[in-house]
């Protein structure tokens, strides 16, 4: 009984304990949430990029993904709880959908940074 309450002594005197930061946990989320990691179709910093070319009706076209960096929370909550123009649906919870807008906020300042 003693080796126990001496094991889990720590989690009690100093709450919550994780192996991962916050950003390296947003960044894993971010490379693969469900499966297929955001940064396929939006880029590395959420800047957003052309997915596909392809021709339709004898016309060049491109399937672009926008830019996901620059929007507030509550259009970016949205965006991830509704499926459209190609966007999977992937049922992150609120901390999740969180954890991903605090990546790419983070690594828009560290681009705006590197900038100067």
């Known amino acids: 009984m ?4 001496l094991f889990f002594m720590p989690f009690f005197l100093f709450g919550d304990t994780t192996f991962i930061t916050p ?21 590395d910093y959420g800047e957003g990029k052309i997915v596909a070319n392809y021709i339709h009706k004898n016309e060049n076209k491109s399937f672009v993904a926008p830019s996901i960096n620059s929007i507030d929370f509550d259009r970016f909550y949205t965006a991830l709880n509704v499926r459209r123009n190609g966007m999977p649906r992937y049922f992150l919870t609120r901390k999740e959908i969180q954890a991903l807008y605090f990546y790419l906020q983070e690594k828009k300042k560290e681009g705006s940074e590197d900038d100067k």
């Open 2 to 5: 003693r080796v126990m309450l």
């Open 23 to 43: 950003m390296e946990y947003a960044s894993s989320l971010y490379k693969n949430p469900r499966g297929i990691g955001c940064q396929k179709c939006h880029g």
